[in-house]
Structures are given as C-alpha cells and as structure tokens.
C-alpha cells in the first residue's frame, strides 16, 4: 500500500471538527444559537473593516474562520493521556504547550492538541484543550485510592478506534474508508453520557471536594465540556447573548479591547446543568450535574517571549490591584484596572514589529513580485517593506493562556479556590504519561516567522539584515 491512498491528515481533522460541531449543537441547542450570533458578527466586522479582511486573506484566515473551533476534554488516567495522543495524531494534532492549573485551585494539568504548520492551520485549525486530573491533589487518601480504582476500570475508547489508531501507526496512514470509520469511533469518545458510574454517595463525596474531580472520575468517557468557535469582535458577542436568551459571564478573559488584538480573549455562557442517573442498589437515582457550557473566542497577535513577559507583568499588576471572584463581583473594578495596567502595552502593530513584542508572516507584494521580474528589488526586508514590495502581518496565536482558562473553568464552576500545588512542577510527569514531550510554542511561532521572512527575501531576490 502506498501513501497515496490515504486520506491526508487534515481532511481526517476537518471531518472530525464537522462531526464534533454537529454532535454538540445535538447535544447542548444554545450552541447553534451561539454560532449564529458569531457568524453574523464576523460578517458585520469584515464588511466594516477593510484592512482587517485584506490582512486575514493575505494570512489564509479568512477561508478557516467558519470552521474554527476549539474543544476541551478532561482526562482521568496516564493511560487515557497517552491514547489520545494516539487518535490526535492520526489527525495531524500535536502536543503544544503544558499548562498547569493547580494555581488556580483546579486540580489538572494540560495542553493543547494541535496543527503546527501554515498549511495545516490554514485547511482547519481545530484545537482541542486537554485536560489530566492530577489525582495527588486529592487530599484525602482513602478517597484519592477509590477515585484511582474507578478510573482504572473505565475504557474511554472503543475497541476500533484504537484498533484504527494502531493501524495508522502501522501503515502511515488510513485510507477513505478507515478514515470516515475512524472519525465515528473517534466521536464517541467525546460523547455526553447521562448515566454516572457511580453511585449518589460517591459523586457528593468527590464534588465536595472538587466539582471539576467529580466530572472526571463520575462518567463513562471524557464528554466534550465546551466547544468554542472564534469571533473577530468579541465585545460585540458579549452585547449580543443576553438578547438570544444567553447569559455570558461577568468579564471577558485575557486583554482589554485594542486597535491591535494580542493574544486570546475569552467568554463563555453559564455552565448547563443537566440531568443525570446514579446506579443504586434498588435501580437508579436522579441527579442534576454541571459541567458544560458554551464559549468563544477572538484570537490576535502572538506574542515574542519579550512581549509576553511584558504582558504577564502588566497582568501580575491587575490582578494585585483588585477582586474578582467567580460570580462576577468586582467586575466593574478589574475592567478599568486592566485597562489602566495593559495600557502601557503598544497598541500599534509598527511599534510591537519594531520592539520585538509580536511574530509577523512576511509575504511579497504584487509590486515587489513585479519589480523582481524587472530586477528592481534591493535591500533588506526594512527596505523592501518601506518600498511596498513586502508587508508583513500578525501572526495569529493559536494556544493558550493559563489564567484565562483557570477564569473560564472557575467562573462555570462557581468556585475562587486558589492553591500553591504548582509550586511542586509536573511537566517532567505530564510528558512521560504522554509518552512524548510537549512542543514549544514559542519555537513554532518563532520557525515560522522565520521562514516566511526567508521566503519573502528569497522570491524578491533580497538580501537578509546584515
């Protein structure tokens, strides 16, 4: 069998994105909602703003937009890490980034599954935040071993799906028809399961001593906890729910609103509350459980370490200055600190090109392709970029931030837990249940900077910086 037979990793990706989009919008109706009001936002944005459509086209983002989503699931198991892993691959998703929470009271660490390369991320860049419970932050022991032994029992994956796993490592690939097999076994990983595995006993036991414990350990599987499509105003969304009947939380994540968005903003809609059955020894019990919720999502510039660490202390200064608690109290305060804080940040895309606080993708102009041809291109890429022969253009973060995530979970879990956990450091142990380090995001954006600026001087006939 040869390599041409198969189907390519990123149409396996887009159909599981697709299949995963339909399932959810089964599966929790407010999301279809939700989608709606972010199409006709972007649609809005794009029409109102000609530079920033001609700048996503010119970066192939504007064809994913539709089709952009990002999941989250919470693992139990090294095992279960290390299988998912497995299935993510066979979709041409990669290990990018390690986060961990416990600083925020929640008790798990992370990354996030991926596409890594321009073409990749341009055909779908479907995300998926992956969560691992870190068991050792359970205190009580005899609780901590009962947990550990329900996970133990529980298979997360069919049968097949890991059978197909295998034969993709096996063979390089699947073809069509193992491919579309592969997508529907894959599905039902993250499926919404009603029937707890345990009895009423044990899912109050683990709820109290963490709500986020019990959504892990109580279920047959890793239901998807929230699907998130991407809006290019988010503000605008955030006006726009409570109109559709939905309820978004107090603040939006991440940075104020900019000219020049940088790095991720975040809302979501309250967590559902959905109907659940525990075995008991004389049939089942009804219950309530609340874990899912709807959110969103605008993505900007990635920053360079320099303009991270720049963002980071700006943020360390928020979050000293003011409260904000999981139901919103103090929101009024935190906006206008953050405002106050991140204003020292440069909010215009030639001071953080020229400050080296954001990556930029360097393309060629029609003018600089046409003066190549006649042989009139010289100079280095601040020359040709002064010439018009090249632009260059934000490149879009595609990860993660770990204080917004740690808002998200808290603010739809209704807790303001804080701990000092992840002063003891877990990555070296996340990267061996992976079987596989984490790649570094930094180096990602970095290589691929570099390799647009190498293009562009390339095809120009340009030199590089002295």
């Not at 920033?52 to 090294?78: K, M, N, P, Q, Y």
């Not at 991926?114 to 870190?134: E, G, H, I, Q, Y």
């Not at 959905?274 to 009804?286: N, S, T, V």
Request: with cysteine; hydrophobic share 45%; charged share 25%.
């Amino acid at each position: 069998m040869t390599s041409g037979v198969f189907m390519p990793a990123d149409e396996i990706r887009a159909g599981f994105s697709r299949a995963m989009s339909d399932m959810y919008r089964q599966e929790v109706p407010q999301y279809g909602t939700l989608m709606q009001l972010v199409a006709e936002v972007n649609s809005g944005t794009l029409k109102a703003d000609a530079d920033l459509a001609a700048r996503l086209d010119r970066a192939g983002e504007l064809d994913r937009l539709s089709d952009e989503r990002h999941g989250a699931i919470r693992l139990g198991t090294e095992a279960e890490l290390f299988d998912i892993g497995r299935l993510f691959a066979v979709m041409g998703m990669y290990p990018v980034g390690y986060y961990d929470l416990a600083v925020a009271g929640i008790p798990v660490h992370s990354t996030a599954f991926r596409p890594v390369d321009d073409a990749a991320l341009a055909k779908n860049p479907f995300r998926v935040f992956t969560s691992l419970l870190r068991l050792d932050l359970i205190e009580d022991a005899a609780l901590r071993a009962k947990a550990a032994a329900i996970l133990a029992r529980r298979r997360i994956f069919t049968p097949k799906a890991l059978e197909l796993a295998s034969l993709h490592e096996a063979q390089g690939g699947l073809t069509p028809d193992q491919a579309k097999l592969f997508i529907a076994q894959a599905l039902e990983t993250f499926r919404w399961h009603s029937e707890a595995t345990v009895d009423a006993a044990t899912y109050a036991a683990l709820a109290a001593e963490h709500r986020l414990i019990a959504d892990i350990v109580c279920f047959k599987g890793p239901h998807i906890n929230h699907l998130t499509p991407r809006t290019l105003d988010i503000d605008a969304v955030q006006a726009g729910m409570p109109a559709q009947g939905i309820v978004p939380k107090a603040v939006i994540e991440g940075p104020p609103p900019r000219r020049c968005p940088i790095l991720l903003r975040q809302t979501s809609f309250k967590a559902l509350e959905e109907d659940i059955l525990f075995p008991e020894a004389d049939g089942h019990a009804a219950g309530r459980h609340t874990a899912r919720f709807g959110e969103i999502e605008q993505r900007g510039a990635a920053l360079t370490p320099k303009g991270r660490a720049l963002y980071d202390t700006l943020l360390a200064e928020v979050r000293k200055s003011g409260s904000l608690d999981a139901a919103g109290t103090g929101a009024s305060g935190y906006i206008a600190s953050l405002a106050r804080h991140l204003s020292a940040f440069p909010d215009d895309w030639q001071t953080m090109r020229s400050e080296g606080l954001a990556f930029f993708r360097y393309s060629p102009t029609d003018k600089g392709l046409a003066a190549a041809r006649a042989g009139q291109t010289a100079g280095d890429i601040e020359s040709l970029l002064a010439a018009g022969h090249a632009v260059c253009d934000p490149i879009v973060y595609e990860d993660f931030l770990p204080v917004s995530a740690a808002g998200i979970f808290q603010s739809n879990l209704g807790t303001d837990a804080q701990s000092d956990a992840a002063a003891s450091g877990s990555k070296a142990a996340f990267e061996q249940a992976l079987g596989r380090p984490v790649l570094d995001e930094m180096e990602l954006y970095r290589a691929r900077e570099m390799q647009s600026l190498q293009s562009t001087l390339a095809t120009l006939g340009a030199r590089t910086a002295a």
